[in-house]
């Protein structure tokens, strides 16, 4: 996913929270109901939707989506929709943020006033332009200028209606004249090529006079300007569709009279009026999108052993992992990179042991270990969230998909049952529906990831060794995980696991949360487990599983998953769902005499085979129309666009031919590839070459040979690591934290002074130092001491790429074009940052 710039790779990702909209304006019709869904748009691209609210003029979505972005983009943009089923969904409105602002709120909820959306203003790509000034002698022997427009190429242009056949207008602006002219069109591209090249004459000769010579008006070319419009051109009655434009004063030109330039697209400047933007209401939402300039490994490395050894350190509040959980406002901030960074390495169990143990040894109260939001707690919530995925796939998927699509009603509370609902039949179901999972869950120990079970067996033993009294801790140490932080919140929100693809109903989302309460209580083992409820139905329900075999059960559960003489049981012979979704394919032409014509079909990949179905529906039980062994998936890889002339496609290779398949958009493409990829990654006969482009006509497009079967022309893309779960890049990790301790430089700088504070003064410590935990003044102080040199020493690398990247950067060129509001802000801070080292 990364984007290599000049050594560094550049990795941009978001992770975005859909809260709910307010106050959309009503239908103008008796209902005034709506039925809205959300997109997310890179540009005008769209790489998510959130599923349908009905009957609501302030609908809830709750839903949240993470991704990887692929490419470079200008605006994340946010479409509110009304569902049409006799026509087209229409737009009620949009939230359109600059790439440049959207770290101004990183992971605050911010309510977005909805803007109208004007065909004229949905714009993007870039466009290539030469324009040149030179003077030609008439035929009468006057000098006159001509100006030669060339437009080469765009790029990125948007595809509307599912198709772009664009081609570009030039006009010359004067106070006196407008001239026009026109490229040809170029069908079924958004990267078109033009190169076209149009004169225009700036000086004109007038009507011959009386004094028998010409007076020749001089234009003043100051006051000129180009314009090129670009348009899709359509079929349909309403007229091409605008894509964009660029209007370029002739002044450019200067004392040289050449200018070569890419620029962005910009909206149409068409005097619309302004509206107010509370006509349309408003959006919630809460976006932090993070940009990573990753160095080559061996900067990262002195950071990298630092915090690699933080396990043996000695006690381990002294470590450097240990120091950037103290110092982070949030403990989830420290945990994400940590956790991916010793997983990557193999480290984990060690570290989460030692500062598991810390923390048991700080604790009081066996009733309350592990119950804070502390650096432990939220580092196994992490591992577990990682290393667990698949493990919650083949446990709960089944039984949730089941509860979500059969929709039965579960409601037990008196005060909010329905009349049409009967309460025993409503409590049957979901006595069902428990005893069903709890069964599940406490069958599944042979399954747990044998990362977990080591994590849960060190935890055991530091509680039983903490409070040798207590005989339950042992259990409730592991439990508190297990049971209150992986199963529960699974249950009750699947979609934030990737058991569901979206937030559910509310009538299941009631189901679920009923469900997770009781299991949460069911795995607990508290004394007084009728007592943990607050509702009194809730406390009569729980009489259901008040027998003692449901805590012999969860007992026998935590036993299994937390011994030390767990071996590690072979992979589930059970296939494992990795992705589904619908995508176009290409026919393969195993028939001789078959149209190679491109469907709609419904892909699925699991641990064992690719396949694809005519439609959803058909997948359980019905044979695939096609399926893919993963073993003789031999690569899998990009597919150029000049093949079919369509974005967003890759190819499956396998030994007879290629599958040629395109997806919905850029990023769900990137994520097929990858996990495609990944699965594969281990076959024996994988490809080392490829080709690029399709077989078509009898021969490759990409090397011209004629042989369908030649060796590839291009080699295949860098390997991946084999383990699907556990795909993380260490460097990416540490420069993770090495920001996270550049950010938070003053707090380390505080905890400095606090342990020179306590190493002085046995007295009471300062106030500002009491948040710090500090076993060891020494130790810690010589950490501390060792971050921030090797942090600083990053921080010089940073500061000089971005020096030397300054220098080298042009600001027209094709990967920073003219209207880049973003490199300009780049420009205008570099420049001043310049000013002040001078």
Same mark, same amino acid.
């Given at each position: 996913?990364?984007?290599?710039?000049?050594?560094?790779?550049?990795?941009?990702?978001?992770?975005?929270?859909?809260?709910?909209?307010? !106050?959309?304006?009503?239908?103008?019709?008796?209902?005034?109901?709506?039925?809205?869904?959300?997109?997310?748009?890179?540009?005008?691209?769209?790489?998510?939707?959130?599923?349908?609210?009905?009957? *609501?003029?302030?609908?809830?979505?709750?839903?949240?989506?993470?991704?990887?972005?692929?490419?470079?983009?200008?605006?994340?943009?946010?479409?509110?929709?009304?569902?049409?089923?006799?026509?087209?969904?229409?737009?009620?409105?949009?939230?359109?943020?600059?790439?440049?602002?959207?770290? *101004?709120?990183?992971?605050?909820?911010?309510?977005?006033?909805?803007?109208?959306?004007?065909?004229?203003?949905?714009?993007?790509?870039?466009?290539?332009?030469?324009?040149?000034?030179?003077?030609?002698?008439?035929?009468?022997?006057?000098?006159?200028?001509?100006?030669?427009?060339?437009?080469?190429?765009?790029?990125?242009?948007?595809?509307?209606?599912?198709?772009?056949?664009?081609?570009?207008?030039?006009?010359?602006?004067?106070?006196?004249?407008?001239?026009?002219?026109?490229?040809?069109?170029?069908?079924?591209?958004?990267?078109?090529?033009?190169?076209?090249?149009?004169?225009?004459?700036?000086?004109?000769?007038?009507?011959?006079?009386?004094?028998?010579?010409?007076?020749?008006?001089?234009?003043?070319?100051?006051?000129?300007?180009?314009?090129?419009?670009?348009?899709?051109?359509?079929?349909?009655?309403?007229?091409?569709?605008?894509?964009?434009?660029?209007? @370029?004063?002739?002044?450019?030109?200067?004392?040289?009279?050449?200018?070569?330039?890419?620029?962005?697209?910009?909206?149409?400047?068409?005097?619309?009026?302004?509206?107010?933007?509370?006509?349309?209401?408003?959006?919630?939402?809460?976006?932090v999108y993070t940009e990573d300039h990753v160095f080559p490994t061996e900067y990262y490395q002195p950071l990298r052993d630092l915090l690699l050894k933080s396990a043996d350190v000695e006690p381990v509040s002294a470590s450097a992992a240990h120091v950037l959980g103290e110092i982070c406002r949030e403990k989830q901030e420290a945990a994400v990179p940590l956790v991916r960074l010793f997983l990557h390495y193999?480290?984990?169990?060690?570290?989460?042991?030692?500062?598991?143990?810390?923390?048991?040894?700080?604790?009081?109260?066996?009733?309350?270990?592990?119950?804070?939001?502390?650096?432990?707690?939220?580092?196994?919530?992490?591992?577990?969230?990682?290393?667990?995925?698949?493990?919650?796939?083949?446990?709960?998927?089944?039984?949730?998909?089941?509860?979500?699509?059969?929709?039965?009603?579960?409601?037990?509370?008196?005060?909010?049952?329905?009349?049409?609902?009967?309460?025993?039949?409503?409590?049957?179901?979901?006595?069902?529906?428990?005893?069903?999972?709890?069964?599940?869950?406490?069958?599944?120990?042979?399954?747990?990831?044998?990362?977990?079970?080591?994590?849960f067996f060190s935890l055991r033993e530091s509680a039983a060794k903490r409070f040798q009294v207590d005989q339950d801790v042992r259990y409730t140490a592991v439990s508190s995980f297990i049971f209150l932080r992986f199963f529960a919140p699974a249950i009750l929100s699947p979609n934030l696991f990737h058991l569901r693809p979206h937030h559910p109903d509310p009538q299941t989302s009631r189901t679920l949360t009923?469900?997770?309460?009781?299991?949460?209580?069911?795995?607990?083992?508290?004394?007084?487990?009728?007592?943990?409820?607050?509702?009194?139905?809730?406390?009569?329900?729980?009489?259901?599983? !008040?027998?003692?075999?449901?805590?012999?059960?969860?007992?026998?559960?935590?036993?299994? @998953?937390?011994?030390?003489?767990?071996?590690?049981?072979?992979?589930?012979?059970?296939?494992?769902?990795?992705?589904?979704?619908?995508?176009?394919?290409?026919?393969?032409?195993?028939?001789?005499?078959?149209?190679? !014509?491109?469907?709609?079909?419904?892909?699925?990949?699991?641990?064992?085979?690719?396949?694809?179905?005519?439609?959803?529906?058909?997948?359980?039980?019905?044979?695939?129309?096609?399926?893919?062994?993963?073993?003789?998936?031999?690569?899998?890889?990009?597919?150029?666009?000049?093949?079919?002339?369509?974005?967003?496609?890759?190819?499956?290779?396998?030994?007879?031919?290629?599958?040629?398949?395109?997806?919905?958009?850029?990023?769900?493409?990137?994520?097929?590839?990858?996990?495609l990829t990944k699965v594969s990654q281990c076959n024996k006969k994988r490809l080392s070459t490829y080709h690029p482009s399709a077989y078509l006509n009898g021969h490759w497009l990409c090397c011209r040979a004629s042989s369908e079967i030649a060796q590839g022309c291009t080699p295949c893309t860098g390997g991946l690591p084999a383990n699907i779960q556990l795909d993380i890049d260490g460097d990416r990790e540490?420069?993770?934290?090495?920001?996270?301790?550049?950010?938070?430089?003053?707090?380390?700088?505080?905890?400095?002074?606090?342990?020179?504070?306590?190493?002085?003064?046995?007295?009471?410590?300062?106030?500002?130092?009491?948040?710090?935990?500090?076993?060891?003044?020494?130790?810690?102080?010589?950490?501390?001491?060792?971050?921030?040199?090797?942090?600083?020493?990053?921080?010089?690398?940073?500061?000089?790429?971005?020096?030397?990247?300054?220098?080298?950067?042009?600001?027209?060129?094709?990967?920073?074009?003219?209207?880049?509001?973003?490199?300009? !802000?780049?420009?205008?801070?570099?420049?001043?940052?310049?000013?002040?080292? @001078?």
């Amino acid at each position: 996913m990364a984007v290599e710039e000049e050594g560094l790779r550049v990795f941009q990702s978001v992770k975005i929270k859909i809260g709910e909209a307010k !106050n959309l304006p009503p239908y103008p019709g008796p209902n005034k109901m709506r039925d809205c869904y959300c997109t997310v748009n890179l540009d005008q691209e769209e790489v998510f939707r959130t599923k349908i609210i009905e009957k *609501s003029l302030c609908p809830f979505y709750g839903e949240d989506f993470y991704c990887e972005i692929p490419r470079t983009f200008r605006h994340l943009s946010f479409y509110i929709f009304d569902r049409d089923v006799f026509r087209r969904d229409s737009i009620i409105g949009k939230v359109a943020i600059k790439k440049e602002n959207l770290q *101004s709120k990183p992971g605050q909820d911010t309510w977005f006033p909805l803007q109208h959306v004007d065909a004229d203003s949905e714009v993007q790509g870039k466009v290539h332009l030469e324009l040149r000034l030179s003077e030609v002698i008439t035929d009468n022997g006057n000098i006159c200028h001509k100006l030669a427009a060339r437009v080469l190429e765009c790029q990125g242009l948007p595809i509307v209606n599912g198709q772009c056949d664009p081609y570009a207008t030039v006009t010359l602006l004067g106070p006196s004249r407008s001239d026009v002219k026109k490229t040809k069109m170029k069908k079924k591209t958004n990267n078109p090529q033009f190169d076209e090249v149009f004169y225009f004459e700036i000086t004109r000769p007038l009507s011959y006079t009386r004094r028998s010579h010409f007076d020749v008006e001089e234009e003043d070319v100051d006051k000129m300007a180009l314009r090129i419009d670009l348009w899709n051109g359509s079929n349909l009655k309403f007229g091409d569709e605008f894509l964009g434009e660029v209007k @370029i004063s002739l002044k450019v030109l200067g004392q040289s009279g050449v200018h070569d330039a890419w620029y962005f697209l910009q909206p149409r400047d068409n005097g619309s009026k302004s509206i107010k933007p509370d006509d349309l209401g408003s959006l919630r939402l809460n976006i932090v999108y993070t940009e990573d300039h990753v160095f080559p490994t061996e900067y990262y490395q002195p950071l990298r052993d630092l915090l690699l050894k933080s396990a043996d350190v000695e006690p381990v509040s002294a470590s450097a992992a240990h120091v950037l959980g103290e110092i982070c406002r949030e403990k989830q901030e420290a945990a994400v990179p940590l956790v991916r960074l010793f997983l990557h390495y193999g480290k984990i169990v060690p570290f989460l042991s030692a500062i598991a143990n810390a923390e048991v040894n700080r604790t009081l109260d066996p009733n309350t270990i592990f119950r804070g939001n502390s650096l432990t707690s939220k580092c196994i919530d992490e591992t577990m969230k990682l290393a667990g995925m698949h493990y919650l796939q083949v446990t709960l998927k089944p039984i949730i998909d089941e509860i979500c699509d059969d929709h039965k009603p579960c409601e037990i509370d008196p005060v909010k049952l329905k009349e049409s609902e009967n309460f025993d039949t409503n409590k049957e179901n979901l006595r069902q529906y428990v005893d069903r999972i709890f069964t599940v869950i406490t069958k599944s120990g042979v399954s747990c990831p044998t990362v977990m079970c080591d994590i849960f067996f060190s935890l055991r033993e530091s509680a039983a060794k903490r409070f040798q009294v207590d005989q339950d801790v042992r259990y409730t140490a592991v439990s508190s995980f297990i049971f209150l932080r992986f199963f529960a919140p699974a249950i009750l929100s699947p979609n934030l696991f990737h058991l569901r693809p979206h937030h559910p109903d509310p009538q299941t989302s009631r189901t679920l949360t009923l469900i997770s309460k009781t299991i949460q209580t069911l795995g607990s083992l508290s004394k007084s487990k009728s007592a943990s409820f607050k509702e009194s139905f809730m406390a009569s329900f729980y009489d259901n599983f !008040n027998e003692q075999k449901y805590a012999d059960s969860v007992k026998n559960f935590l036993d299994l @998953i937390s011994s030390s003489g767990r071996r590690d049981h072979k992979s589930i012979e059970t296939p494992i769902m990795l992705k589904e979704g619908f995508m176009i394919k290409r026919a393969q032409g195993r028939k001789r005499f078959g149209m190679k !014509n491109f469907k709609r079909r419904w892909f699925r990949l699991t641990n064992h085979e690719f396949t694809y179905h005519r439609s959803k529906g058909n997948t359980k039980g019905d044979s695939p129309l096609c399926s893919i062994p993963i073993e003789n998936i031999l690569a899998v890889e990009k597919l150029e666009e000049e093949s079919f002339r369509m974005k967003n496609m890759f190819q499956v290779i396998q030994p007879e031919r290629a599958l040629y398949i395109q997806a919905n958009n850029c990023v769900e493409a990137r994520d097929w590839i990858d996990i495609l990829t990944k699965v594969s990654q281990c076959n024996k006969k994988r490809l080392s070459t490829y080709h690029p482009s399709a077989y078509l006509n009898g021969h490759w497009l990409c090397c011209r040979a004629s042989s369908e079967i030649a060796q590839g022309c291009t080699p295949c893309t860098g390997g991946l690591p084999a383990n699907i779960q556990l795909d993380i890049d260490g460097d990416r990790e540490t420069e993770r934290i090495y920001s996270l301790f550049n950010t938070y430089i003053s707090k380390l700088e505080k905890m400095m002074e606090a342990c020179g504070s306590k190493s002085v003064y046995d007295g009471p410590e300062q106030e500002e130092y009491s948040s710090f935990v500090i076993d060891d003044p020494q130790e810690t102080y010589k950490t501390l001491k060792l971050i921030a040199e090797r942090v600083h020493i990053l921080e010089q690398e940073h500061a000089q790429y971005k020096r030397d990247k300054f220098k080298k950067t042009k600001y027209g060129s094709q990967e920073h074009p003219i209207g880049d509001k973003s490199f300009q !802000n780049y420009i205008q801070q570099q420049s001043e940052t310049l000013t002040y080292s @001078i």
